[in-house]
């Protein structure tokens, strides 16, 4: 079979299973030539139900709008209002920006020196309008209606039900902020169809350090689906794979989407329609023990020298004693040390303690491993050695590691059966205390860029 063919069999499968809409309905159609601006008369384009919004979307900090936007769909009778589609555009560059349904067909979004920011790609000729549906697809169709482009071909960390993932596409994690995208998670159906998986992923290069969740199809997969009863795999051999279950939850008037948190959970959420304030509430959630992650580089689940751990189904990065997060506002970023370290000058070991932490762990990447030895004399070697952060100790097997920082892919919970002794100074605001922080930037590594996050 010719890859064509190949694909000319996905794409029907789109329409035949997941029972995408894709027609225009009712909604007010858009003509060509019409924009849109943030600081114009209009901002944005409603669903004909006005549940859905497409256009600028303010960018709030600390409760306040700025005037730095987002290129969005949003819902738009959440408060607050739910981002479900962006642009990939700098939220500050947006200010002043135009975004014009050009005559061509194309949809362009344009700075104030009339600079492109981004533009629909791949779109045909023959666009005869644009509209705002109410599943919340925005769509630029042909004169029959049907869509050329279509923000649900599109997806950036979000499916709605009827929305479906075709083989080689991601849904991306957002931590949306002021200055950046942090992107550290992704979900990728492969392009070949032989599996879902999650994986971590390095934020400014966007490779991938592994994956931490897979189904395996052992055939090939068609499309991931989302609809009201929750996301399947649809399969060549025209069977199905439940992914979450369908919940009763579902099955009132509620709003639901399927999102890839910027703590790596995939979850399935719904809200009800008639109360604007009510929130989202989690109905389903992928995968269970996510602090269990390990990956041979970056810093794990959570930050450089933090730890994961599981509070239902929110995932909680936490820092040791003495340690405090780089950016209080922002605890996957990583904890540094509120303390200055042991010298390697002159024997410091008798101003350090090593502080017990119950199943606590930051697999791989020690430095130095001893088996078997005494709990009293791994504390020791520990102590006695300057380079050593942090020791773990296994009692059943007397297995005991050196850490040195960054320690990475810290993880706690009762499935962790080693002990963590994390070294800091004597007693309370000791010795070595905070008189002397400040130097934590001289270990010779680049800690990941602390920005201003968004207060959604
Ligand atoms: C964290 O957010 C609060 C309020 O949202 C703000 O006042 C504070 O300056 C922020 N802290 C940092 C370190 O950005
Ligand atoms: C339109 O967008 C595509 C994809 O993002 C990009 O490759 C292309 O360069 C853009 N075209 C213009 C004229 O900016
Ligand atoms: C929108 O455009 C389509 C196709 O051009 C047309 O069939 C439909 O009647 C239009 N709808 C409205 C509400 O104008
Ligand atoms: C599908 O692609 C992945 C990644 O390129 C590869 O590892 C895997 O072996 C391929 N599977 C099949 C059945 O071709
Ligand atoms: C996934 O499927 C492939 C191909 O059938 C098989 O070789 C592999 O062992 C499977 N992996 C798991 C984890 O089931
Ligand atoms: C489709 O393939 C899957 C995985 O190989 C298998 O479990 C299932 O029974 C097959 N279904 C049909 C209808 O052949
Ligand atoms: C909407 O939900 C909020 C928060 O749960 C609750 O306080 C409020 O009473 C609800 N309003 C209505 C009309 O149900
Ligand atoms: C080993 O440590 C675990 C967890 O900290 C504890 O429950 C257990 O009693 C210890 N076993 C021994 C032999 O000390
Ligand atoms: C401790 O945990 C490891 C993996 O987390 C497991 O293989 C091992 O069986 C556990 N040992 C005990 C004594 O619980």
Not at 355 to 369: I, Q, R, S
């Amino acid at each position: 079979m010719s890859s064509s063919s190949y694909l000319f069999l996905i794409q029907i499968s789109v329409f035949i299973l997941c029972n995408c809409s894709t027609e225009a309905r009712s909604s007010p159609n858009i003509s060509l030539g019409s924009s849109l601006s943030p600081l114009g008369r209009q901002i944005s384009w409603s669903s004909s139900s006005g549940d859905f919004a497409f256009g600028f979307l303010p960018v709030v900090d600390d409760g306040r709008a700025t005037r730095r936007f987002l290129l969005a769909i949003w819902f738009d009778k959440t408060d607050p209002k739910t981002v479900v589609w962006s642009a990939e555009v700098n939220p500050s560059a947006t200010g002043e920006a135009t975004l014009e349904l050009k005559t061509d067909g194309r949809l362009v979004l344009t700075d104030a020196q009339n600079r492109i920011l981004w533009n629909s790609s791949g779109v045909s000729d023959d666009v005869s309008h644009a509209a705002m549906l109410d599943d919340g697809n925005f769509i630029l169709a042909g004169p029959d209606g049907s869509p050329r482009w279509q923000s649900f071909q599109h997806p950036t960390d979000t499916l709605l039900p009827g929305q479906s993932l075709l083989p080689g596409n991601k849904l991306r994690s957002m931590e949306t902020n002021l200055l950046q995208l942090h992107r550290r998670f992704e979900l990728l159906l492969e392009a070949n169809g032989s599996d879902l998986a999650l994986y971590a992923i390095n934020t400014l290069s966007g490779s991938s350090y592994g994956f931490y969740w897979s189904v395996n199809t052992s055939t090939i997969a068609t499309q991931l689906c989302f609809q009201q009863s929750g996301l399947r795999l649809n399969l060549m051999n025209e069977s199905v794979i439940s992914i979450t279950s369908p919940s009763p939850e579902t099955e009132r008037d509620m709003y639901q989407r399927a999102t890839i948190g910027d703590d790596g959970v995939f979850r399935h959420y719904a809200h009800p329609k008639n109360n604007a304030t009510m929130g989202w509430k989690t109905v389903a959630f992928f995968p269970e023990g996510i602090c269990k992650a390990e990956f041979t580089y970056g810093s794990g689940i959570c930050g450089f020298n933090s730890y994961c751990k599981m509070n239902e189904d929110k995932v909680d990065c936490k820092c040791p004693p003495r340690y405090s997060y780089f950016d209080p506002n922002r605890t996957f970023g990583g904890c540094k040390q509120d303390f200055r370290m042991q010298s390697c000058e002159v024997d410091e070991s008798s101003m350090f303690e090593l502080m017990p932490m119950p199943n606590v762990d930051w697999p791989l990447a020690g430095y130095d491993h001893f088996w078997p030895v005494q709990e009293e004399k791994c504390k020791e070697w520990c102590s006695l050695d300057c380079l050593c952060a942090a020791v773990i100790f296994w009692n059943s097997t007397g297995d005991c590691w050196k850490k040195r920082h960054p320690m990475s892919n810290g993880m706690s919970g009762g499935f962790v059966n080693r002990t963590a002794y994390i070294k800091i100074p004597k007693g309370e605001g000791g010795s070595g205390g905070s008189s002397l922080a400040g130097v934590a930037t001289s270990w010779g590594y680049v800690m990941p860029q602390i920005v201003v996050p968004n207060a959604k």
